[in-house]
């Protein structure tokens, strides 16, 4: 994977006390300068979409993420105080109890207010939760995750079918409280909730990287707190096995150097997150990717050993040999022990990018394709799925593939993982197979929150699908290969730009706004801060690594050249001079420590366009852009005595000096847009010049605001005109 409607939205959305603005399936939400129609499969209107972008209002404090299927606002607010207190009527249970527990935990933490820290009785409390029934003992896909919130100034209450539906609408009332004059509040609004997709994962690859179980804890906290409900886990690669097998020993005694997970602290994983309205998918990636497994048992191999644990990251040659009976008594084993420890009834074998190589070198091999009447190792590989998938089946779970995995001769039970494109989810539904898409939702590639929510599983590829088929389309999963993470900078990998993705598969279609998304998700982003992620914290905590005894000024300056600078997109970082990195590289360069996506730059990107709409002619907004240029010009010269004395400064050094020398290039431009000037041909050359070598990557680093600074350049070489420039 190295790249690359069950529930949905409910009907009338009304705004205020009671009046609909436009009828059944429409919703208007102050602050979220968004509109919703029916979250129906369909794709909306030209008129749907010209009325979803006109329609701009506001509210204070509503800050929902994912957005609800169905919001009324109401009047006034629940005033959030010490005395606040939480029941449980109806169905209670252990999973109700602990939930609500860590709400009023939360929201202590959130408001540092003292309050009562467990559920009382009765139903004068201040939040009533009433639970119809429980929820499977075993977490299934689709189950009813519906529930319906009301917030008034007298109290609140949600009710739901079941458990799930209460952990999700107890996250919602987190998100609306805020701080206000009188003290905090949570806004008066009735939501009626359910989500568009039942499957919303997120997926850790935890086999390159190892990644601690406390790690894992967090970020299923964190999937909590936006209502995804799959945690998806890559648990064998080339680089590692890392689960304890009983069976055989050799699998994590010799391929995991010692990281592993034990049984136990898998049993408690699980337990974790279910508590928390989330399934566990294993992954075990085979035939390929499976370097690992052949250090312990290079029997199963398709060429001799002895194999060693692989230090680099690409796709490599070994692989299981699907000729040998012996790998399916194994398999056998080995599937059956790990099905008794994980509970979830779908197994994720892997089944992508399989080279071949090994089975071509392989006479034995070649003869059995022959003898079998196989197409090549494609038929091989389809050989060795049917057979998994029989296994699998065996020891009552259903198989999940990538999408290398689809051929139309499989049972229908399996579901296709795709990664290499939407196309293949639409013609795994055409075949009748469901499926989940992960195209698009890579977090690792360092993509903006933006460019992840606009891909849907929906998209233009599953337009031809019949209702049927567009039932097959489950959702999707963010993916975190973990070849640049390791448990100190992965929080900021996912977070918050993963966000996005869960909203993308629990909202309404038409919630598209990047907007309101980015305004919304930077709030949450801190809320985030309060579950224990560290997405923020360790962000500081690298660059203070890096500045060693720095001064204040000094820190300041890595910092905000720091806030500027974005890592390499795609598969940039496996492009250096300075050769391949492999799992022993130390993760402590100022590419490993920044996020992924500059909110710096973006908002800064947002003025330039702002002073540009408005013919550069906003006095605000000019200063507002001159003041952060001159931030940048000035910044070289503070930094620079810090890159003497520090070896991992001194690689952005050159960066810092591109900043310097673009925001130079900015402030001639708002110059001459000002007060005119020499701004010929040859001026636009030599400023674009400064721009395009500032754009070339250095120590794997972006800088972010240059398109923004030579957009003012094309509208000074415009004659001054920014309408002239637009076009």
Not at 19 to 26: E, P, R, Y
Not at 215 to 229: F, S
Not at 274 to 301: K, N, Q
Not at 551 to 578: C, M, Q, W
Request: hydrophobic share 40%; aromatic share 8%; charged share 20%.
């Amino acid at each position: 994977m190295q790249p690359a409607k069950l529930g949905y939205g409910s009907g009338e959305i009304v705004h205020g006390e009671g009046d609909t603005i436009m009828g059944q399936g429409t919703i208007w939400l102050r602050g979220l300068s968004l509109m919703i129609l029916s979250a129906s499969l369909n794709m909306p209107s030209r008129a749907q979409e010209k009325q979803a972008s006109n329609l701009q209002t506001s509210m204070p404090g509503l800050n929902l993420m994912p957005v609800p299927a169905r919001v009324q606002v109401g009047t006034g607010n629940l005033k959030i105080d010490a005395g606040f207190t939480v029941a449980l009527t109806g169905h209670t249970d252990a999973r109700l109890n602990g939930a609500a527990q860590r709400f009023i935990e939360r929201l202590a933490k959130q408001t540092g207010l003292l309050m009562a820290t467990r559920p009382v009785n009765g139903t004068k409390a201040t939040l009533v939760v009433r639970v119809d029934h429980d929820s499977k003992p075993v977490q299934e896909l689709g189950e009813d995750e519906s529930y319906v919130l009301e917030v008034s100034s007298n109290g609140a209450t949600i009710t739901a079918p079941n458990d799930l539906g209460a952990l999700h609408g107890l996250q919602t009332f987190l998100q609306l409280v805020s701080i206000s004059p009188d003290g905090f509040v949570a806004a008066a609004v009735n939501i009626k909730d359910t989500p568009r997709f039942p499957w919303r994962g997120l997926m850790i690859d935890a086999a390159r990287h190892f990644i601690p179980p406390e790690v894992l804890r967090r970020n299923i906290d964190g999937m909590e707190a936006v209502k995804m409900n799959v945690f998806h886990w890559h648990l064998s690669e080339n680089q590692g096995f890392r689960v304890e097998s009983r069976k055989f020993p050799k699998l994590h005694e010799m391929g995991s150097n010692g990281l592993y997970y034990t049984q136990e602290e898998i049993l408690g994983l699980i337990a974790y997150a279910r508590e928390r309205g989330i399934r566990v998918v294993p992954e075990f990636d085979l035939p390929g990717h499976s370097t690992a497994w052949f250090v312990g048992h290079p029997e199963l191999a398709s060429a001799p050993g002895p194999f060693t644990i692989e230090r680099q990251w690409g796709v490599f040659d070994p692989a299981f040999d699907p000729t040998n009976e012996k790998v399916y008594k194994f398999l056998d084993e080995f599937i059956g022990e790990m099905a008794k420890l994980f509970p979830d009834h779908f197994f994720h074998v892997g089944g992508d990018e399989v080279n071949g190589k090994q089975w071509d070198a392989n006479p034995k091999i070649q003869e059995f394709i022959r003898a079998h009447g196989l197409k090549g190792n494609a038929g091989l590989q389809l050989y060795f799925n049917k057979k998994l998938q029989g296994i699998v089946s065996k020891r009552g779970k259903s198989m999940v593939g990538w999408d290398e995995v689809l051929d139309p001769t499989l049972p229908k039970d399996i579901v296709i993982q795709s990664w290499r494109g939407q196309a293949s989810l639409a013609e795994a539904a055409k075949q009748g197979y469901r499926g989940i898409l992960s195209h698009g939702y890579y977090l690792d590639l360092g993509w903006s929150a933006a460019r992840h929510y606009a891909v849907d599983p929906m998209g233009d590829a599953a337009s031809g699908l019949s209702a049927e088929e567009k039932q097959r389309i489950l959702g999707g999963e963010s993916c975190m290969w973990s070849e640049y993470v390791n448990a100190e900078n992965i929080d900021s990998r996912i977070w918050p730009r993963n966000a996005a993705i869960a909203e993308r598969l629990w909202s309404p279609q038409e919630v598209r706004d990047p907007a309101s998304m980015y305004a919304r998700m930077h709030v949450l982003s801190a809320q985030l801060e309060w579950l224990g992620l560290t997405h923020q914290h360790n962000y500081t905590r690298m660059l203070h690594r890096l500045a060693g005894a720095a001064s204040a000024e000094e820190f300041n300056a890595l910092r905000t050249l720091a806030d500027v600078v974005e890592p390499v997109k795609d598969y940039g970082r496996e492009e250096t001079a300075a050769g391949p990195a492999t799992s022993e590289t130390p993760l402590n360069r100022v590419v490993d420590a920044i996020p992924l996506e500059s909110r710096v730059a973006r908002e800064f990107g947002e003025t330039v366009d702002k002073y540009v709409a408005a013919n550069c002619h906003d006095a605000t907004l000019a200063a507002q852009l001159r003041a952060q240029l001159i931030l940048w010009r000035d910044n070289d010269a503070k930094l620079q005595p810090l890159a003497q004395r520090s070896f991992l400064v001194k690689e952005v050094a050159a960066t810092s000096q591109d900043l310097a020398a673009v925001a130079s290039v900015g402030l001639a431009a708002l110059d001459a847009l000002e007060h005119g000037g020499n701004t010929d041909e040859a001026w636009k050359a030599q400023q674009s010049a400064v721009i395009q070598e500032a754009q070339k990557p250095k120590g794997q680093l972006l800088l972010m605001p240059a398109p923004a600074i030579q957009k003012l350049i094309e509208v000074v070489s415009a004659g001054g005109s920014c309408a002239a420039a637009k076009q």
